[in-house]
């Protein structure tokens, strides 16, 4: 991999092939020390709220709703402010700066109320910024490269979120109840973030440039987001990511299985992390070369994959490592690859506003999922329940990996062909 420091666009606003701009490095850096931040407090809220603050599994189970879905909706608004303003930067630095802000109010919070009203600030503050972030990326990178550029990025944002609970559990092994101390550092991460993307990442204004490349890119217009082939990834993804169930779900059924002790527990995710960082940058140029639907959807096969290992009667280290492999996998091809796909698909103009509603859906679908799961678990039982979901997933792969394949190959023609006469400008 190459990470070129040389990310000003040449004439035109052209980005050179087979580089990672420094925008790029830039941003994954932000993510990581924000991930770091919002992790740590994740890690330690479940043990705060109960123990802490004495509050019920029920009240947690409230606070961890808000923590999972309330950036859902956020981020088409964060999607479409950035495609209006034409000022990605800093409506991602609006969200950013949200999410900071809330850390410092922790501190001092005292109550269920207090605690829920900021957790649900900092999810609106993730939501405004995810959309403008990954249409930042996208406009600083080439579009043969763009699959390489959100590996990167994703790379360095999942560092953060496994150092973030490892730095948590480390603060509470050497203070007891250092719930104070893990929010101070967690709210130092997260003004650090914020300071570098206010002053090092450029004020990029992708319709400008292309304007002054001599593109006509058309003014916003909520038709463009009506486009066939964006509706196509939609209903996809809406049909995939309602039989992506919880990770928490997945790592209860392999404790359940194998029987270990619970405070190995929180390894289970820094297992899945590690394999994400591992293969977010080679599942990106992967995607580049051989197709991001493919490789999206090739994710989901992952996962039907980490089914299948949680479901295998038997114990052993191996399975357990093999799931949360196949798991690291899944995310790893899914999670960059699905901004790339959705920002192929619609005109530059919009391409914020298409990157945040294919978010939105997957993250509202995911949690009916993780609600529906439950209930599902708690009417059949563990083994049946996952059996379900599983052979539901299997017979739905192949039509989406049809349908988006024909989406996507429109738009690669597409797009080569808007290429070629911006080049000829």
Known sequence: MYLSVRDRPTSGGTRRRGRVSSTVVTLGIVSMLTDISSESVAAVLPLYLTSAMGLSLVAYGFVDGIFQGASALVRIAGGWASDHTDRPKWIA???????????????AAHGFAAVTALVTLDRIGKGIRTAPRDALIA????PDSLGRSFGVHRTLDTVGAALGPLLAFVILAVIPNGYTSVFVM?????VIGVTILGL??????????????????EPLRWRHLTEPRLQVLLLVMAVLSVLTIGDGFLYLTLQD?????????????VGTNVVYIALAVPLGRLAD???????????YVGLLGAYVFALIPADGVWLTLGCLALLGAFYAATDGVLAAVAGSLVDPSVRASAIGAAQ??????????????????YTLGRTESLLVVTVLLALSLPFCLAALSRASSRADRTAVAADHAEGEL
């Open 257 to 269: 299985r194998g029987a270990f002790a619970a405070h190995w527990f929180p390894l289970l995710f």
């Open 93 to 107: 630095f609006c969200g950013y700066f949200l999410s900071a802000f809330t850390r410092g109010w922790l501190i």
């Open 186 to 190: 967690s709210l130092g991460f997260a």
């Open 289 to 299: 070369r051989f197709g991001r639907s493919r490789i999206l959807v090739l994710g």
């Open 139 to 142: 406009a600083s990178s080439h």
């Open 360 to 377: 939105a859906v997957v993250a509202v679908c995911r949690m009916i999922a993780s609600a529906a799961f439950g209930a599902l678990w």
């Open 200 to 217: 090092l990442v450029p004020d990029r204004r992708p319709r400008q440039e292309r304007a002054a490349a001599g593109a006509r890119p």
